[in-house]
């Protein structure tokens, strides 16, 4: 008898339950959670934005830098011409104002 020098393919074998639990839904499953995923997305963007719009300008700019546009703490003390510390504790405190907005409490 000759032995296989190539690996056998066999067909994957998939079942309900691993589907579910890896994620994968039906695709008429999949289209109404998408829609209620996105219905839920633009709500919590809509939150964060009210959020943002609460906070005062200086700590919003600056939030806006470094969360959205990526900047360092040392690149955003450059841009604003402000020294890190001051951009430290500014985050600080745009980060406790937000999840007060959003969460109903600061942080602690």
Same mark, same amino acid.
């Given at each position: ?27 008429? /499953? ?8 996105? +219905? &839920?997305? @633009? #709500?919590?963007? !809509? %939150?964060?934005? =009210? ?5 005062? /300008? ?8 470094? +969360? &959205?546009? @990526? #900047?360092?703490? !040392? %690149?955003?003390? =450059? ?30």
């Amino acid at each position: 008898m000759r032995r296989r020098l190539t690996p056998r393919r066999e067909k994957r074998r998939t079942c309900d339950h691993h589907d579910r639990a890896a994620g994968r839904r039906e695709p008429e /499953e999949a289209a109404s959670v998408d829609g209620e995923d996105a +219905a &839920i997305g @633009g #709500l919590q963007m !809509r %939150e964060i934005g =009210d959020a943002m719009a609460s906070l005062p /300008e200086e700590q919003r700019a600056l939030l806006s830098l470094v +969360a &959205i546009e @990526g #900047l360092t703490y !040392r %690149e955003a003390a =450059d841009v604003l011409e402000i020294p890190i510390g001051t951009v430290m504790s500014r985050l600080a405190r745009a980060r406790a104002g937000m999840a007060a907005r959003l969460f109903g409490r600061g942080r602690k």
